[in-house]
C-alpha cells in the first residue's frame, strides 16, 4: 500500500511539473509578439521587393560553424530588399516593447548596414513586393558602418501632431558597432516611462529618453519659439566688432617694398671651399654603348654623378653669400584694428511663437505592421537571425541565453585559437580590446566634432594592427588637443601688422617651388644614361 503511495506522489509531480513548465511555455510564446528564427526556408513567407534597384540575392544559411541557418547577404555592392508582414500590428505604446535581433559579419565588415525596419500600416494599395527605401516606418534600429560612419542607428519617426508631418528623430551618440566576425545580439528596450535602453550582446550600451533634446536629434517635442522667416537684417546694421583705424596713419620709415631677405654681409667662404671644382662630374665608370648611333642619336655624354671631392670640402662650385632676413623688412602696411563704434553685434531675427508646437507627456509609436531589411552593403557574408519583438524583456534575455550565447562563445574560443595560431598577424585578444575601447571614446559627446577623424584612424589601424601603439597615441593627441580648446578656448587672434600678408605669399611660392623639385627628381630618376647633346 505505501509503494502504491509513492507512485502515486510521483505521478503526481511528474504532471504538475510539465503542466507548470506547459504554462511557462506557453506563457513565453504569448509574449512573443512576432519571433523568427530562419530554420525554415524564408520563401514562401517573406517577400522579396520587385523593384528593379534591389538586385541582391537573399539564400537561407547555416551560420558558419553552427547548425543553426539565418538569412543570408549573399553577393558584394548590392542593394537588399526583404520584407514581413505580421499578422495583427503589433502596438508599441503603454507598456514595454523589447526590438531584437542577431547579426554576424561573417567576412568581416569595411562597409555596409545591418538594420531592421520596422514598417507602419502603409497606405492603401502598398503590397510587401513595393518595399523599397520610401516605405514608411516606425523605427529603424541596427548597425551601420562605413568610412566615418560606425553606429548602431536608433531612428524614431514621429508624427507632429500640429503639422501632420513625419519626422525622423535620431538618437544621439549611439554606440559603436563591434568590429569583428562574431555574432552579435542587438537589443532596444522602450519602457513606458519614456525610457530606451540599448544593448549590444545583453550588455547595456545607452540609455536615453524620447522626451529629452540631450538624447533625440531634433527633439520630439519642437522649440516653443523659432526665428522669424520674415525678418530681415537691416541695411544699417553693422557686425563688424573691429575696424581699421580711419585716422591711422603709415609710418614714414615703413617700407612695403623692403625685400623679405637680404645677403649676409658678415658671412665668410669657409675655408677649403672648392671653387674650381663643379657638383656633379662625368661617371668615369660610363662607358658609351656599342649601339649607340651619333648621328641618330647625338654626340654620347657621360650620365653624372656626385663629385667625391666635394665630399669631404665644405663646399663646391661658386660660392655665394647666404640669406638672412631682412631686419627692415615689413611687408605690406595695415592699419590697427580699434573697436567698431557703430557694432551692433550679430543680427539675428527675432523669434515668434513656433506654429508646430506641441506638448507631449510619451511619444505617439505607430503601431508596427511589418519588419523589413532594406540596406546597400559593399560587404557580402552578413547573416540575420533570431528577430524578435516581445513585450517581456525576460523573452528577449532567455531568447539570448539559449540561442546566441552558445554560438557567441563558440565563435570566441575559434577566434582565440586562431589568433593564437597565426601569432603576431591579425588583431590580438588585448588589440581588439584596444579597439572596442577606441571605439567607445571616439562616441564621448564632447569628442562629436572629432568622431569622423578618429573614426578614420582607428580604421586605419584595424587594418594594420603592429600600429595599435602610434594610433593609441595620435587619439590620446587629439584628445589633448580638444582639451586644450576647451579649457583656454583656443588661440588668441593675431594682430596684422605681426603677421603681414607677403608672408603667406612667400611660403605658397616656396611649397609650389617644392612640388616642382620633386617632379625634376623624378624626371631625373627615370632618365635614361643617353644624353643628347645640347643645341646652343
Given at each position: ?320 653669400r647666404p640669406m638672412k632676413r631682412n631686419p627692415a623688412y615689413k611687408g605690406k602696411w595695415h592699419a590697427p584694428l580699434i573697436d567698431n563704434p557703430n557694432y551692433k553685434g550679430i543680427w539675428k531675427p527675432q523669434e515668434i511663437p513656433n506654429p508646430s508646437y506641441f506638448e507631449l507627456e510619451e511619444p505617439d509609436f505607430e503601431p508596427i505592421a511589418a519588419v523589413g531589411i532594406e ?162
Open positions: 500500500m505505501g509503494e502504491a503511495k509513492r507512485v502515486s506522489l510521483r505521478l503526481a509531480i511528474v504532471f504538475l511539473v510539465a503542466f507548470i513548465s506547459f504554462s511557462q511555455l506557453r506563457a513565453s510564446d504569448d509574449d512573443k509578439i512576432f519571433y523568427e528564427s530562419f530554420e525554415e526556408s524564408f520563401e514562401g513567407r517573406w517577400t522579396v521587393s520587385d523593384k528593379d534597384e534591389y538586385k541582391g540575392v537573399w539564400k537561407h544559411s547555416k551560420s558558419e560553424g553552427h547548425d543553426e541557418y539565418g538569412l543570408l547577404v549573399s553577393e558584394k555592392a548590392r542593394k537588399y530588399a526583404i520584407v514581413k508582414e505580421l499578422k495583427n500590428p503589433a502596438i508599441i505604446k503603454d507598456g514595454t516593447i523589447v526590438l531584437q535581433f542577431e547579426t554576424r559579419f561573417q567576412n568581416g565588415l569595411e562597409c555596409g548596414g545591418a538594420y531592421l525596419k520596422y514598417l507602419r500600416p502603409q497606405d492603401a494599395g502598398w503590397t510587401p513586393k513595393d518595399f523599397d527605401n520610401d516605405s514608411p516606418y516606425s523605427i529603424m534600429f541596427g548597425p551601420d558602418k562605413c568610412g566615418a560612419t560606425n553606429k548602431v542607428h536608433f531612428i524614431l519617426k514621429h508624427k507632429n501632431p500640429k503639422s501632420g508631418e513625419y519626422n525622423e528623430h535620431h538618437l544621439k551618440f549611439p554606440p559603436s558597432v563591434p568590429s569583428d566576425k562574431l555574432t552579435h545580439v542587438y537589443t532596444a528596450i522602450l519602457k513606458p516611462d519614456n525610457e530606451l535602453r540599448i544593448l549590444i550582446d545583453g550588455e547595456e550600451k545607452k540609455k536615453a529618453n524620447f522626451l529629452s533634446s540631450d538624447d533625440f536629434e531634433p527633439p520630439l517635442i519642437p522649440a516653443k519659439t523659432i526665428p522669424d522667416p520674415d525678418d530681415k537684417k537691416p541695411e544699417d546694421w553693422d557686425e563688424r566688432a573691429k575696424i581699421p583705424d580711419p585716422n591711422a596713419v603709415k609710418p614714414d620709415d615703413w617700407d612695403e617694398d623692403a625685400p623679405m631677405e637680404i645677403e649676409d654681409e658678415d658671412a665668410v667662404k669657409p675655408e677649403g671651399w672648392l671653387d674650381d671644382e663643379p657638383e656633379e662630374i662625368d661617371d668615369p665608370e660610363a662607358t658609351k654603348p656599342e649601339d649607340w648611333d651619333d648621328e641618330e642619336d647625338g654626340e654620347w655624354e657621360a650620365p653624372k654623378v656626385d663629385n667625391p671631392k666635394c665630399e669631404t670640402a665644405p663646399g663646391c662650385g661658386e660660392w655665394k540596406i546597400w552593403t559593399m560587404q557580402d557574408g552578413i547573416l540575420f537571425g533570431n528577430i524578435l519583438i516581445a513585450d517581456d524583456e525576460k523573452v528577449a534575455e532567455s531568447l539570448r541565453l539559449t540561442k546566441w550565447k552558445p554560438k557567441f562563445d563558440l565563435e570566441k574560443e575559434k577566434q582565440k585559437a586562431e589568433d593564437a595560431a597565426a601569432g603576431t598577424d591579425g588583431l590580438t585578444g588585448i588589440q581588439k580590446k584596444v579597439f572596442d575601447l577606441l571605439y567607445q571614446i571616439a562616441d564621448i559627446p564632447f569628442l562629436s566634432q572629432h568622431k569622423d577623424k578618429i573614426f578614420d584612424i582607428i580604421e586605419k589601424a584595424e587594418k594594420q594592427p603592429n600600429l595599435t601603439l602610434g594610433i593609441l597615441i595620435s587619439i590620446v593627441v587629439v584628445i589633448f588637443s580638444v582639451l586644450i580648446k576647451i579649457i583656454f578656448g583656443g588661440k588668441k587672434p593675431a594682430k596684422v601688422e605681426d603677421k603681414p600678408a607677403p608672408v603667406a605669399e612667400t611660403s605658397n611660392k616656396e611649397g609650389s617651388s617644392g612640388e616642382k623639385a620633386e617632379e625634376k627628381e623624378d624626371d631625373g630618376a627615370a632618365a635614361a644614361p643617353r644624353r643628347r647633346r645640347r643645341e646652343n
